[in-house]
């Protein structure tokens, strides 16, 4: 089984920053992308962002220039520094992992964390 587990969440004051962090456990062969999702209270899931096996990364517009996704495959960890945070930043934030567990043929799944907390206060 594959269990992801994210870290680093909590409260923080507008114009500050935290540091999210995933790792990843179990059997993996490939890790395909690594991302961050978020639930704001009362609203969907969305992407926040997303690192690429190839080293791409894309951004949801509301984050870009101030959050910052970086991975180590090897490791099988990811993270996110977030800077110049906002209250609309407010929500409960996932890691999420695409990957195949055992070998080329076995077709790529996702995984995600449980989810932490993040709140900035205004």
């Known amino acids: 089984q594959v269990r992801l587990v994210e870290s680093g969440g909590g409260l923080v004051q507008a114009g500050g920053s935290l540091r999210l962090s995933c790792a990843a456990s179990g059997t993996i062969f490939r890790i395909n992308a690594m991302g961050w999702y978020r639930r704001p209270p009362g609203k969907q899931r969305e992407l926040v962002a997303i690192?690429?096996?190839?080293?791409?990364?894309n951004y949801a517009d509301s984050v870009k220039g101030r959050f910052t996704i970086s991975g180590d495959n090897a490791k099988k960890t990811v993270d996110l520094q977030m800077d110049s945070l906002k209250p609309e930043d407010t929500a409960v934030y996932y890691c999420?992992?695409?990957?195949?567990?055992?070998?080329?043929?076995?077709?790529?799944?996702?995984?995600w964390g449980q989810g932490t907390q993040v709140t900035v206060s205004s």
């Open positions: 999420a992992f695409t990957l195949s567990r055992f070998g080329w043929l076995t077709r790529p799944e996702e995984y």
């Open positions: 690192l690429n096996s190839g080293g791409s990364t």
